[in-house]
DNA sequence: TAGATTGTTAATCGATTAACAATC
DNA sequence: TAGATTGTTAATCGATTAACAATC
């Protein structure tokens, strides 16, 4: 169902969905246009992309707001519940581990991993830090299908491979280094000070 | 000079900056079959972007290792010196604030802003925390021409606007929320949670 | 020289936009 | 009805890939 669109408009579906969700609760309809005009963006690729949901547009009228911020939320799986596991609970995992905006997307990240002996036992916004031995049995326990990788560059590639075997079918990667996984993972990078960099190289064209 | 580089290729220059230099010192060469290869993407595709910098290859050999990471450091201008402020000194800014990969991009965050009072006047990693009325005379006086906003999403726009006001050129923004400002200031969006959603959303194909 | 690899031009592919019929 | 907006098909645009000449 969610296999045939775009990663491009894929990404582009929770820029809607915030939008719409910041929006004035009296706007009972939402266009194409007004999107479009507000995101910077064309209007027919705002059709395109809320028509890979089930969203459905009146002629004369548009959206309904509440419909369209439902079925959006359907697409991306707000309403199911997905565990995700962190591993590397330094100053980045610890920020992760207290966002607490994962639960508008129906997951949570329900543990947490540490090579340091240090943190492990402690609890991280009421999430326990376990040691890394115990990551196969406990992704295996709480079914997580989802992990976040936050240690330092040079342990990445280990970690993603170890995470792949226990199970996890999708990571999300802060290190600064592309992880190579089997395929049928998939595998988002943010790399925060590339990001920085980009936008620097940006302004002396 | 990096004003007709589609931003889609300059994204990926990091990407190569960080394979290279993870590579064995004793590589003196590297082609662009081999980069590709490593990364998995065409090997066309990467001399095409190598070609963007001042890099040049030899037939037959490829790259000389140490020129193209110079290249590709030269031309994100890793050896200039920027100035970036941080909005916002929760667990996120504290975690940007501490992280160290900055410096490899010639970036350095200089000093961050609170809205909260208590948090004013402490320092993290060794960078002052003021109040956000100072922004306007600390930007001006460090000189920062880029911004990280870590502030919740209601307020990013108004942080966004007042920074903007202060002369900053470029936002990087992690707030879930898309900012507007004057189309000469370039904005990035980092939205973490939407990030692991879009995985989550990639699974059920 | 022979052959591997670069750099470039042409072809392809995919995403965005334009045009427009359908419709409430 | 008239007109605004959707949804879709065709055209355009830009990025990737293929082909190939240049070259060390």
Redesign the pocket.
Known sequence: MNKDI?V??LQRLPVYLNYLKGLNDGEVYV???SIAAALD?????V??D??YTSA????????VKSELIAALEDYLGCNGKRSAVLVGAGALGKAVLSYGGFKNYGIEIVAAFDSDPEKVGTEIAGKKVHAMGEAASKINELNAELAVICVPAQYAQEVADMLVKCGVKAILNFAPVLIKTDEKVVVRHIDVAANLAILSSMLEG
């Open positions: 775009p491009i408009s266009s194409s246009g963006m064309g209007e027919v690729l059709r395109k809320l028509a459905a547009g009146r002629p004369r009228v548009g959206y």
